[in-house]
């Protein structure tokens, strides 16, 4: 085998069923997102089922990012290939896509998200017609991407965290790729914030 294509194939990590990419973000990066909280186009998930805070297994906040955001652009550009030739390789998913909506995840010190799988259709024209979707919803979340924006120095706790695998640890910058439909967890802070970049690819469930 070729030196070229061994050093390529070993810069992903394989944990079956999981998949950890290194450095899809570089730390600039990664410091950048975090940095557009502000933003006037960063919007509180605060009716969003995942981001209620009435709710006792979840006690941390989601923003989301709009699909005019150049983030949401370049994470297209630079990150989505590569989960493809990674679903390629692995997963094996057909007609896979990614959604037009980032999400960046909050975790304050005491915060958590408990076990949960996720769930979710998409409800655009563009993919389908309303009445497809009010018979079916055919397209559904296949593949949940979380990429850790933070520096794991800067917080303790908060492992995303899976009841029946385990991983190698993320770095900054790192993703790990998974199926959605897997129980999972964050940990609850013990201290620090910890950001992640959260991206969810959608497949026609009749076809996979």
Not at 31 to 49: P, Q, R
Not at 102 to 119: I, T
Request: hydrophobic letters at 35%.
């Amino acid at each position: 085998m070729p030196n070229f294509v061994r050093k390529k194939i070993e810069s992903y990590i394989e944990v079956k069923p999981i998949m950890v990419i290194r450095k899809v973000l570089t730390v600039k990066e990664c410091n950048s997102v975090i940095e557009k909280m502000d933003d006037t186009d960063v919007v509180y998930l605060e009716d969003h089922a995942y981001g209620k805070k009435a709710d006792k297994n979840i006690s941390a906040k989601t923003f989301i990012l709009n699909s005019e955001n150049s983030l949401v652009k370049e994470w297209e550009d630079k990150v989505f290939p590569t989960i493809l030739k990674v679903n390629q390789s692995n997963f094996k998913i057909s007609g896979l896509f990614a959604n037009d909506s980032l999400y960046v995840a909050e975790y304050l010190k005491g915060e958590f998200r408990s076990l949960h799988m996720d769930g979710g259709y998409i409800d655009n024209d563009n993919y389908t017609t309303r009445n497809e979707i009010l018979k079916g919803r055919f397209y559904s979340r296949k593949l949940t991407s979380v990429t850790l924006l933070s520096n794991p120095k800067d917080f303790e706790g908060g492992e995303l965290s899976f009841p029946f695998y385990n991983y190698p640890k993320l770095k900054q910058g790192d993703m790990v790729v998974f199926p959605s439909h897997f129980l999972h967890e964050i940990t609850k802070i013990k201290k620090g914030c910890r950001y992640s970049l959260i991206g969810f690819m959608y497949a026609d469930h009749r076809k996979n």
